[in-house]
């Protein structure tokens, strides 16, 4: 157990629906950052929360969205589904990347049908 | 920018050794490195700050050369269980994201 909490697991769900993954970042972390990973590709950034405020921004569709909330846990929501979203989606916490790394959940598969 | 790695994917006997590399446009704060197995998440190795620092972990060595802004992992008397993708990680500023490179397939056979 890495100390960062991700759920669901695993999500299948239809085009068009609208789901949301929860991360809880590792006690005492407070960035949280948001990766998408397709299939046999790399980690793409999509979002970075530090503190409740939104830190940073990458090539995050406008139909997905998240927030961080006062206790530190993170929710990403991805709307109006495509069959291209299907990805594992993983949340990252770290107290300071200057000096530390990242400590990664274990990732939610998402499956988009 | 992304960092490019090379190579994309090397092939090693158990005992051999590896050399992964890390390049970038952009001037560099710092480098993470990190090994990802297949289905499970990518775990942190080591950090490199500017200042051509090298670090070890294990028989895993990492240099980083500023100037250059490249940075090199090296993966000595390789094991079985050094198979994975490792991904090289540029950041900013502290509390900065990281950007990744594509990665690059270790394989280690018997």
């Known amino acids: 157990d890495s100390g960062v909490t991700q759920t669901p697991k695993h999500l299948i769900t239809a085009t068009g629906q609208r789901v949301t993954l929860r991360c809880s970042p590792r006690?005492?972390?407070?960035?949280v950052y948001w990766y998408q990973q397709s299939l046999d590709q790399g980690l793409q950034f999509l979002i970075q929360y530090y503190n409740g405020e939104e830190r940073a921004k990458g090539n995050i569709l406008e139909r997905f969205s998240a927030q961080q909330f006062p206790d530190l846990h993170s929710e990403l929501n991805l709307s109006s589904l495509e069959l291209g979203d299907s990805a594992l989606y993983f949340c990252?916490?770290?107290?300071?990347?200057?000096?530390?790394?990242?400590?990664f959940g274990s990732g939610t598969r998402l499956t988009v049908v | 920018q992304q960092p490019v790695q090379s190579p994309q994917a090397v092939i090693l006997r158990e005992g051999e050794d590896a050399v992964i590399n890390c390049s970038s446009s952009?001037?560099?704060?710092?480098v993470h490195w990190y090994r990802q197995k297949h289905g499970e998440a990518p775990v942190f190795l080591m950090i490199?700050?500017?200042?051509?620092e090298q670090k070890g972990h294990e028989k895993i060595s990492a240099s980083f050369n500023e100037k250059k802004q490249q940075s090199s992992l090296y993966l000595t008397a390789s094991q079985l269980s050094y198979s994975g993708t490792y991904f090289c990680g540029t950041g900013g500023t502290s509390y900065g994201k990281l950007t990744f490179g594509q990665g690059t397939i270790l394989t280690v056979h018997p």
């Open positions: 006690s005492g972390d407070l960035s």
């Open positions: 490199l700050l500017k200042g051509g």
């Open positions: 990252a916490s770290s107290v300071d990347t200057t000096y530390y790394g990242y400590t």
């Open positions: 952009k001037a560099l704060y710092s």
